[in-house]
């Protein structure tokens, strides 16, 4: 069916410009977009160079755990086993887990994301490419310091969910604090890739993706996005206290002084168990892009499949105690969670629905990445069946702790993940340097995958079934487990078999081998338009688009970008650009002007790396350094980077489209990335005054009848000045934009000295009545409720020399005035994060 | 294959609100969360093991009315941008009407959903009479 349009949409332009003019653009566009060489080269920030060392390094990983589990496959392979000892084991199986959930399973779905997004979405590049390289570079220096902390013997050994007190007073030795240190920098380097996700999709879709347009893809990494600043800021807060716990006795998990091991479990899982459909959600997506690819159709039910990426999204925060349902809640707690458990397969259930009927109305090619979509979705209803078990609590009452459990969760990782994965591997490959994968060996690697997978698992339901318990290093003779255990360590090898095949096929020597033909499986998609192999720039003129599947709908489409009849087809100046559109509708408003390459990025990682890393070995001093370094470095990117004045006001895009270079306030992409990444931060300061109110419920000693503070006048002092604080910093914002520029100092100084006498107001609470934090939980709750505030103060403190300086060096000025509009935005955080704190410290102990 | 091009007369971009997507699902949570803290500080503070967890039946079963509420409301208002003009489904076409449709259908898929996850929340009510 041919596409309808709007009446005010542009056509490309009617005749191609000269072929002189098309070198010469090509010429400009490949010198602004070209690599650095030599050892430069790993100075790239293009998302689409970043994303393809980050999916290698987290396939790397994945392999890495992948031996991590062949290790544990046999030792177990017979009973009374000696292959490893207890103590390695423990650390081989929580090392297994940690890798593949944090090295492997969330990493691969941000660095797919980052290659592909600006490609289904026509544009050059996301709005932050150095973001995306800092992100990589955290995720590189995280992974590799906890994986190598198995070849000192020094892992860590609780499990890859840490539950205290094994994890606190049972486990000394730097493992854990490995875990808790690494893992919450990695998770940093996930916030900032969801920032550049989120933006991404909403702010640089082509002109004409109006929101019922964009690629499902898009759909389900915007929801995976969002998800994640609202899931792993928990586990950041529950890491923190852990690790305050392990290195100053803060006594958060310690039921002697008021703590409690469950707030952990809680906190944990309510990370962990979203976190299993933020790896599921992006997955699925890939098979949303091949399903129609293949049926040769459109996919039926767009809005149902939207339906369930948003349904899955917002369901999935609603399960968490199912982890938790034999830690002794009350029933008709776990029958709540019970209930959203069930729900949640109504969503993932109408997806796959949608999938089944694409292909049953259109006509199914048979090829590689459809094998492994069908094998990966056989397998993830079987897990998803054994999930709709093990959500009933009386059923996990049995199930608990079981091999069950890990039969189920594999069939649902591997199913609804690992296949996808491998499919988009086969699928995407031509766009990474232009060849395909082997068909043949595609296909064998399936079989032996295919086979060796349910080989493994199949029997594993069946083994805990007869109660065979998980994490336990040996089983005596006898109790029926032998010879199934036989079967899945046999099936471990026949799956790894598999995976060799296809890293062999990944990595072969393809020099000999053709390009692939241009868009070879006929997609009509938006990534598939580049040449093979594909240039830096992205796309070559950002089209209009018309329909959810351009390629296939609109005629000459392909003929129109690459000769430049469209939008951005020239770097006149030289620089990276690409466009920015408005979130629902997708018209233009703005040229973004994009960084080019740079190790500041890399060295920011490393230095803030430096601060988690010492830190694990307590050298508190060093790491504080490290981390005054790491503040400098971000310092120095933003001010030679971020909000520059350009040349000129603003340029023309083609097709007589006029549009500005500069955007400040909910204009700018830096505005939504700050909103974004506050949201994350405020999401963990909502789990630790969850902490207080969790304590408060559970325990009656809380407050403690011995309690002294904080009192009410220095929270509420504090409070008063930090609202102050935030009310001068709006004032200076309306100053700097009249160019009132004495008001706009004094505003700011004022409020400086009020942020720091705030913060240090709020301090005095707890330590002016002497609330001890290593005495009593209700201490530390309020210590650390106080210092989280102050921190804050003290960031918006130097937010706020910094829009001084700017002003100062004429780098912010009445019309630019991006920073101080970002900077505002965080004080409005600053403000109810004072006041919820103040509100809770000091009000709370009141009201009981 | 040529273009049509459609004159229909939509709303334009800034007069449609995106929030309006997941005010159900939104609800459902504040449903969800309200009857779990009910339930947790009701057994942890007032009530004992085997005590009668009567009020909180009757708190969850106002909340699930108040919450049914707001989301028909919200699912209606969906089904009226669905049934905007005379074009029906897929909503795939590259006009204001479309993405007006589109938004609204996508809105009342979603609170169909959360009217059901909030329904079997409130099963509880018939299951659970006091805090074991």
Redesign the interface.
């Known amino acids: 069916m ?6 005010d ?1 542009p056509d490309p332009l009617p005749h191609a410009p000269t072929p002189e003019l098309q070198r010469a653009q090509e010429e400009r566009l490949r010198e602004a977009w070209r690599s650095p060489s030599g050892w430069r080269y790993w100075s790239d920030v293009n998302n689409t160079i970043v994303g393809i060392w980050y999916t290698a390094v987290a396939f790397l990983f994945f392999l890495f755990g992948g031996v991590l589990a062949l290790m544990i496959r046999l030792q177990l392979a017979v009973p009374g086993n000696d292959f490893l000892s207890a103590d390695r084991y423990n650390q081989v199986f929580t090392v297994h887990g940690s890798v593949m959930m944090f090295l492997f399973a969330i990493p691969v779905f941000e660095s797919i994301a980052v290659i592909f997004l600006p490609q289904m979405l026509g544009a050059r590049d996301l709005p932050f490419p150095r973001l995306s390289a800092f992100g990589f570079w955290c995720f590189v220096l995280g992974g590799i310091f906890l994986s190598g902390s198995l070849l000192f013997d020094a892992a860590p050994r609780g499990g890859w969910f840490m539950y205290p007190p094994l994890t606190s007073t049972y486990q000394p030795g730097v493992g854990a604090d490995m875990w808790l240190l690494g893992f919450s920098f990695i998770e940093v380097a996930a916030i900032a890739a969801a920032v550049e996700l989120i933006v991404g999709t909403l702010k640089c879709r082509p002109p ?1 993706m ?4 964009i690629p499902l893809y898009c759909w389900y990494v915007l929801v995976a996005a969002a998800m994640v600043l609202f899931a792993f800021p928990p586990l950041i807060a529950g890491s923190m206290l852990l690790e305050l716990e392990r290195a100053f006795q803060w006594p958060f998990f310690d039921p002697a002084r008021g703590g409690d091991p469950l707030l952990w479990q809680h906190l944990f899982w309510l990370f962990g168990h979203p976190e299993v459909y933020i790896i599921f959600l992006p997955s699925i997506a890939i098979i949303a892009m091949i399903v129609p690819t293949f049926a040769r159709r ?1 996919i039926v039910g ?3 499949i ?2 369930a990426a ?2 899955t999204g ?2 999935s ?2 399960l968490w105690v199912h982890h938790m349902f034999t830690t002794g ?5 776990l ?3 019970s ?2 458990s ?2 949640v397969a ?2 993932t259930g109408v997806q796959i629905f949608c999938f089944v009927a694409t292909i049953a109305a259109g006509r199914l090619t048979h090829s590689v990445p459809m094998l492994y979509t069908l094998g990966g979705l056989a397998t993830f209803i079987i897990g998803g069946l054994t999930g709709v078990m093990v959500a009933l609590a009386s059923f996990d009452f049995q199930a608990h702790d079981t091999f069950f459990v890990v039969a189920h969760l594999h069939y649902v990782l591997i199913g609804g993940s690992v296949f996808p994965i491998i499919a988009g591997c086969y699928y995407f490959f031509p766009l990474i340097n232009g060849k395909k994968l082997s068909d043949k060996l595609g296909k064998i690697a399936f079989w032996f995958l295919f086979t060796g997978f349910n080989a493994t698992f199949l029997p594993m339901h069946l083994t805990g079934l007869r109660g065979m318990p998980r994490r336990v290093f040996t089983y005596p003779e006898g109790l029926g487990f032998d010879a199934l255990n036989l079967l899945s360590t046999v099936g471990a090898f026949v799956l790894a078999i598999g995976v060799g095949i296809v890293a062999w096929d990944i990595v072969r020597p393809k020099k000999k081998q053709p390009l692939s033909e241009r868009n070879p499986w006929n997609a009509g998609t938006l990534e598939w338009l580049p040449r093979m192999p594909q240039e830096n720039w992205g796309v070559r003129s950002i089209p209009e ?4 599947y351009p390629l296939w ?1 609109q ?1 000459n489409l392909v003929r129109d970008v690459d000769q430049g009849r469209f939008y951005l087809p020239d770097a006149e100046e030289g620089k990276r650009e690409t466009l920015v559109t ?4 997708a ?1 233009p408003v703005q040229i973004l002007r994009l960084p080019g390459p740079s190790f500041v990025p890399a060295l920011a990682a490393i230095t803030l790396g430096g601060f988690f890393i010492l830190g694990t070995f307590y050298l508190w001093k060093a790491a504080v350094v490290s981390l005054v370094i790491a503040l400098g470095t971000i310092l120095h990117w933003l001010w030679t980077t971020t909000a520059v004045i350009p040349e000129k006001a603003e340029k023309s895009a083609g097709l007589g489209l006029t549009l500005p270079l500069y955007s400040s306030g909910a204009k700018s992409v830096g505005w939504w990335a700050m909103l974004i990444t506050m949201l994350a931060v405020f999401t963990a300061f909502v789990s630790l005054v969850f902490a207080y109110f969790f304590y408060w ?2 325990h009656e000693d809380f407050p403690p009848a011995s309690a002294t503070g904080p009192g009410v006048f220095w929270p509420a002092l504090g409070a008063a000045l930090l609202l102050g604080a935030w009310a001068l910093t709006l004032l200076a914002r309306r100053c700097n934009r009249v160019d009132n520029a004495p008001a706009f100092y004094a505003f700011l100084t004022v409020a400086i000295v009020g942020s720091l006498a705030g913060a240090a107001a709020l301090l005095a609470g707890p330590w002016r009545t002497g609330l001890d934090p290593t005495r009593h939980v209700y201490d530390a709750t309020v210590w650390l409720l106080a210092i989280w505030t102050a921190l804050h103060a003290v960031v918006g403190v130097i937010m706020q020399g910094y829009c001084m300086a700017r002003r100062a060096a004429g780098r912010m000025t009445g019309r630019h005035d991006i920073d101080i509009h970002n900077v505002t935005l965080f004080w409005h955080f600053v403000a109810i994060t004072t006041v919820i704190a103040a509100g809770t410290i000091a009000g709370f102990p009141l009201v009981k | ?7 229909e007369d939509a709303p334009h ?1 800034k007069r ?1 609100n ?1 929030w309006l ?2 005010v159900s ?2 609800i ?2 504040v449903h ?1 969360l309200f ?2 803290i009910t ?3 009701w ?3 007032v009530g004992s ?1 085997g005590g009668s ?1 009567q009020p ?1 039946r009757w708190a969850i079963a106002i909340y699930t009315v108040i919450a049914l509420i707001g989301i028909t409301f919200n699912g209606l208002s969906g089904l009226r941008r669905h049934n905007f003009g005379t074009e029906s ?8 009407g ?2 007006h ?3 609204g ?2 809105t009342v ?2 609170a169909g ?2 009217a ?2 909030t329904l ?2 409130a ?2 009510v018939f ?2 009479f006091d ?2």
């Not at chain 1, 408005?582 to 509708?585: G, M």
């Not at chain 2, 294959?1 to 004159?7: A, P, Q, V």
């Open positions: 041919s596409p309808v349009t709007h009446h949409d004409g109006r929101i019922n347009l459109p767009y809005g149902w939207v339906l948003v349904g917002f369901l925060f609603g809640l009350p029933g008709v707690s029958a709540l969670f209930a959203a069930e729900a109504i969503p688009i018309d329909s959810r709908d005629p408005s979130p629902i509708d018209e419920t559970i | 294959m040529t273009k049509r091009i459609s004159t971009e449609e995106l997507l997941i699902p939104t459902w949570a969800f009857s779990y339930a947790a500080v057994c942890a503070k093991p967890l909180v489904l897929p909503h795939d076409f590259d006009t204001p479309d993405r449709r589109f938004l259908f996508a898929l979603l959903l959360s059901v996850a079997f929340a099963a509880v299951y659970f805090c074991r």
